[in-house]
T-cell receptor, first 113, second 113 residues
Framework: DVKVTQSSRYLVKRTGEKVFLECVQDMDHENMFWYRQDPGLGLRLIYFSYDVKMKEKGDIPEGYSVSREKKERFSLILESASTNQTSMYLC????????????FGPGTRLTVL | GENVEQHPSTLSVQEGDSAVIKCTYSDSASNYFPWYKQELGKRPQLIIDIRSNVGEKKDQRIAVTLNKTAKHFSLHITETQPEDSAVYFCAASMRQAGTALIFGKGTTLSVSS
């Protein structure tokens, strides 16, 4: 079974703080993704990575950056957290091979005060 | 870029009835269309998917149809049960991004017994 884990289930930060959300997968997957989920807006793609040290912008990259120094780990960084970044953040991974599914982590509920 | 519209946003049915959720996409180059189910407090999980070279796919009570000409695809659930109650998301592959997905805003399905 693929396991995608996220460093925290719940996180509370203050406006202006630098925030790190960590995601780790244990199946040697090539591709990793960060989404945010908000009621009525579905899942929106923030950034993704097809390889180590590689990143691509998704639909809503503003205010975020990412880091992928190792294949199994993909980090989402909020350089200066703002209240409009309060959301559920979901990490996902994919083998990179056609016909395989994208697996999601359990999510991190981030609240920015 | 790709845009996915999903309707309806909420759907209430009686146990045993059928449920249909419809999605349209904008990018004719998209070739992969998965459906995810998310139960309350849990991560999204793949329930069925279809590729652009197939018109219909079935898995027990669940079926997905794809009309590439019209750029729309639908999820059909027959003989609904209370445990089908969840949020359902459709998605389409991003044009140049292989396994990255663009999601619809979700449909909250409620099945009453």
């Amino acid at each position: 079974d693929v396991k995608v884990t996220q460093s925290s289930r719940y996180l509370v930060k203050r406006t202006g703080e630098k925030v790190f959300l960590e995601c780790v997968q244990d199946m040697d997957h090539e591709n990793m993704f960060w989404y945010r989920q908000d009621p009525g807006l579905g899942l929106r793609l923030i950034y993704f990575s097809y390889d180590v040290k590689m990143k691509e912008k998704g639909d809503i990259p503003e205010g975020y950056s990412v880091s992928r120094e190792k294949k199994e780990r993909f980090s989402l960084i909020l350089e200066s957290a703002s209240t409009n970044q309060t959301s559920m953040y979901l990490c996902a991974s994919h083998s990179g091979r056609a016909g395989h599914e994208q697996f999601f982590g359990p999510g991190t509920r981030l609240t920015v005060l | 870029g790709e845009n996915v519209e999903q309707h309806p946003s909420t759907l209430s049915v009686q146990e045993g009835d059928s449920a249909v959720i419809k999605c349209t996409y904008s990018d004719s180059a998209s070739n992969y269309f998965p459906w995810y189910k998310q139960e309350l407090g849990k991560r999204p999980q793949l329930i069925i998917d279809i590729r652009s070279n197939v018109g219909e796919k079935k898995d027990q009570r669940i079926a997905v149809t794809l009309n590439k000409t019209a750029k729309h695809f639908s999820l059909h659930i027959t003989e609904t049960q209370p445990e089908d109650s969840a949020v359902y998301f459709c998605a389409a592959s991003m044009r140049q991004a292989g396994t990255a997905l663009i999601f619809g805003k979700g449909t909250t399905l409620s099945v009453s017994s």
